[in-house]
């Protein structure tokens, strides 16, 4: 089926869907992307797509459940991607971390890896979250430690408080008075202050009486994540950050102790995403 036959396809079936499950299955074929695998354009179907999120980014997490969820939520992005075009005006999807989703290599996978993968994509076949009927962007991120934050892009992933705070990804990580000056655009460190948001979240610094957003002091300092205490004296910073990744969305670490509690990855997802439903669009 051509992209823009499934697309009609898909939006029937998501009119007509009760909540949660909807058992017709789309003529037989699933969603196809257009993908830019390195140089190469190919149509994908969308569950190769998440196979290859799956071995790229399953070895974050350990629990087959959590892979479930990170599959349902790849499937999620990929619709997402298709159907508002994103970033690319050709193609749907490009295969960079830092722009779409990365993508792994089913031939490179050590069998364990793909094994793994596979099964996560084949029990969640089809099974996608969304708003209104429609194919919402799922978010993930490896840990967000006390718990994910507000998602300025995408209102729907509000922050959600972890059970606990996580031990395991910590960082310490220095920096010297000049380099942390540039950064936030201040000459008197002494005056910084940082001001935190939801789940000692960053939210922006005060320097100098200026503001300097968040998404700004992470990515100058190449922070690994926005929740972080920093000690400053006259030669250096000490920054000690707590988790790693954007923070929004389905809590790949976090997620793996709910498994281990005893959620399954429906659960994990609406524990993630509340303000969002878990749809078949697919069984074919
Ligand atoms: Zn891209
Ligand atoms: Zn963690």
């Known amino acids: 089926m051509s992209r823009f036959g499934w697309f009609f396809v898909l939006i029937a079936v998501l009119l007509t ?12 074929g ?3 992307l257009s993908v830019m695998l390195g140089n190469e354009l190919c149509e994908m179907d969308i569950e190769e797509y998440v196979l290859r999120v799956l071995i790229s980014e399953g070895q974050k997490c350990q629990s087959a459940e959590t892979k479930k969820a990170l599959a349902v939520a790849a499937r999620s992005c990929g619709m997402y991607f ?12 490009c295969s960079s971390a830092e722009c779409c989703l990365p993508l792994g290599d089913p031939k490179a996978a ?20 969304t708003l209104n009927k429609l194919p919402a962007m799922a978010l993930f991120t490896l840990c967000a430690s006390e718990g994910t934050r507000y998602c300025e892009e995408f209102e729907y992933i509000t922050p959600i408080k972890n059970e606990e705070k996580c031990e395991k990804h910590i960082t310490v990580l220095e920096y010297g008075t000049l380099e942390l000056s540039h950064a936030l655009q201040c000459e008197k460190l002494s005056d910084c202050l940082f001001v935190y948001g939801e789940n000692a979240k960053c939210a922006f610094a005060i320097a100098e009486h200026k503001q300097v957003q968040a998404d700004f002091i992470v990515s100058a300092l190449s922070l690994p994540s926005y929740e972080f205490e920093a000690e400053l004296s006259n030669e250096s910073a000490v920054f000690t950050v707590y988790g790693a990744g954007h923070g929004c969305g389905l ?6 102790k709910l498994a281990s509690n005893g959620y399954g990855y429906e659960k994990i997802l609406l524990f993630y995403f509340p303000n969002l439903e878990i749809n078949k669009i697919y069984n074919a």
């Open 82 to 93: 298709a159907l508002y075009g994103m970033k690319h005006g050709d193609f749907d999807v």
């Open 251 to 256: 809590d790949l670490c976090a997620a793996d």
């Open 110 to 129: 050590s069998a364990k890896q793909l094994s793994e993968a596979s099964a996560a994509v084949r029990e969640t076949k089809g099974i996608i979250l």
């Open 17 to 28: 869907a009760t909540p949660f499950v909807a058992k017709k299955a789309v003529g037989g």
């Open 30 to 32: 699933n969603a196809t």
